[in-house]
């Protein structure tokens, strides 16, 4: 499991959609708009890069896609152009809409930082053994100035320089988005900044966590979230099991259910319902069924085993994921469904079926209330839907817990504790025997999603005690 | 010393958490003398401060960050004890 460490990254994108959605309710943003980046960062002199224009550029394409647009399709449309197209925007009438990417890399704001190249830094201390020097195949090491130089040309980037040396003197260059990837979905395009190859990733969101300069970012379905609202739609939220503690340890969950309704939500229900739905239901088929079947709850681990393990496709749990199946039971003739999670997959999952119309971060919520004028702690306390089973779905090893408590016979399981183990686990389970393979695509489970705001492990703390008691 | 720290929609989403989790590890001599509380809302981030928002002993701080917060703490332990 992730920890969680608060970066101006985070503070970025944090203040960038409070300022549209603060924008957007008092009715001005229409007129701001192409003011926001010179707003937000002005100047003279950078404040996370060493040029103010760069990071404008940057807050520029981040803005665009916060109002819900596809980053390739709007790229090189400026801000004074979009209050025209905006209603068509956050009516989702336009092109420039994104409906099935929701993962994109600004490449304004990527560093193509090195990467498959292994670099000999000042640790070296010129030994008399030559290590690396000996080491090297391809005779691509050098010693120039006293120390080990690499030359790229020549490497072919084996590493065994680097497990030579005998002072860790030489490191492998990363990106750190090709590394937080396990299914190696990012490539590099014509000028080397990193490039999402779309056949591979499954929009889980490692690397929208681990890039350091904010390269990766989902389009937004916030503004798009606050025009139904205020179109009168009749819009009921439903808010996944990892939102507990996500406002901090004096929130209570039926705060933040009251807090929903006052932000205008015709309605608020807790998906830890639709997840003791679910875990009746793969209970039920598990008495009788013959054969392996994997969780279908974790979107980005169904669409890994449809990329990856194509074999057990026809494995996948027929029961919907606990957002659809509640949304199933919520949704009315012209009603809408807005799930509120800690996922970009969601994203995804939802733009492939009639019943979720808006999906958002507990960021982007966080940003929807203080637009709204609420503070979720200022509520009168609420009863919550959901049993600590359904609840317990937001944790690593919750829906396998549930499942086990409610099925009859025993159960042999296995599980998918992130994409990392994916190869693994699909190993093992053509080996042996299991009823349940349990997949979760963030290591942890949804309390470790990227969309969330505090440490997984005080998540975890506070689930223990959500829910009733069955 | 007193201390409250604004746990607020907005002070959380930028970066709250992070001072409450920083608190705990000032040096246990200056620990003993804070005196933490915290605030649903300063209300002051709405207009003229920037959040995440603190108060020592009655004095409002802006823009906090876990180093600037136990910068501010230390010093106001010096002047106390003098």
Not at chain 1, 55 to 82: A, F, I, N
Not at chain 1, 238 to 248: D, H, K, L, S, Y
Not at chain 1, 452 to 462: C, F, S
Not at chain 2, 46 to 64: A, L, V
Request: charged share 25%.
């Amino acid at each position: 499991m992730r920890n969680f460490v608060f970066s101006e990254i985070m503070k970025i994108r944090r203040q960038l959609m409070m300022t549209l959605a603060q924008m957007y309710e008092k009715g001005t943003l229409q007129e701001h708009l192409a003011g926001i980046p010179k707003m937000l960062l002005p100047g003279p002199h950078g404040t996370y890069r060493s040029s103010v224009y760069h990071e404008r550029e940057v807050m520029k394409q981040r803005t665009k896609m916060y109002l819900g647009m596809d980053y390739e399709r709007s790229r090189e449309l400026e801000l004074y152009e979009l209050p025209s197209l905006i209603d068509d925007i956050l009516g989702m009438k336009s092109d420039l809409v994104s409906r099935d990417r929701f993962v994109q890399v600004i490449k304004e704001a990527c560093d193509s930082c090195p990467s498959g190249r292994y670099y000999a830094t000042d640790l070296c201390r010129n030994c008399v053994a030559h290590s690396c020097y000996n080491a090297c195949p391809k005779k691509a090491v050098e010693i120039q100035n006293d120390r080990a130089v690499i030359n790229i040309d020549q490497c072919i980037g084996c590493g065994l320089c680097a497990k030579a040396c005998s002072f860790y003197a030489i490191v492998k260059l990363e990106r750190p988005c090709e590394r937080s990837c396990a299914l190696q979905a990012i490539a590099k395009d014509a000028s080397f900044a990193a490039d999402i190859d779309y056949s591979r990733c499954v929009s889980c969101g490692a690397c929208y966590v681990a890039c350091p300069f904010g390269a990766t970012e989902s389009p937004s379905h916030l503004l798009r979230t606050l025009a139904g609202i205020r179109r009168g739609e009749k819009i009921i939220a439903i808010f996944a099991p990892a939102i507990v503690a996500q406002f901090g340890p004096k929130v209570t969950l039926g705060q933040i259910k009251n807090a929903l309704k006052k932000a205008g939500f015709s309605d608020a229900v807790a998906v830890a319902a639709g997840a003791d739905e679910v875990a009746e239901e793969e209970a039920h088929f598990l008495e009788h069924a013959a054969g392996t079947v994997t969780t279908s709850c974790c979107p980005a681990f169904v669409d890994y085993i449809g990329k990856n393990q194509p074999d057990f496709t026809d494995r996948i749990s027929p029961a919907p994921s606990p957002m659809i199946a509640l949304a199933k039971h919520l949704k009315t003739g012209t009603g809408k469904i807005a799930f509120i999670g800690p996922c970009i997959a969601k994203k995804l999952e939802a733009s492939k079926g009639p019943f979720v119309d808006y999906v958002l971060t507990f960021e982007e919520l966080g940003a929807l209330f203080i637009a709204k004028g609420i503070e979720p702690a200022a509520q009168e306390d609420a009863t919550v839907e959901g049993s600590r089973l359904g609840w317990g779905f937001a944790a690593a090893g919750g829906v396998t817990a549930a499942v086990k408590e409610l099925c009859t016979r025993d159960l042999r399981t296995l599980r998918m504790d992130g994409l990392a183990e994916g190869k693994e686990t699909f190993q093992t389970a053509r080996q042996e025997k299991f009823d349940l393979i349990e997949g979760m695509a963030c290591a942890g489970g949804c309390i470790a999603g990227p969309g969330i705001m505090v440490n997984p492990k005080v998540a975890a703390g506070a689930l223990k005690k959500a829910g009733s008691a069955t | 010393m007193e201390i409250k720290v604004c746990v607020g929609t907005t002070c959380h989403l930028l970066g709250a958490t992070e001072l409450v989790e920083a608190l705990k590890d000032l040096p246990p001599e200056i620990a003993r003398k804070i005196n933490l509380g915290y605030s649903v809302c300063f209300e002051s981030c709405q207009g003229t401060m920037r959040p995440p928002i603190i108060s020592i002993n009655g004095k409002y701080h802006q823009d906090m960050n876990p180093s600037r917060m136990k910068a501010l703490i230390l010093k106001t332990a010096e002047s106390e004890r003098s």
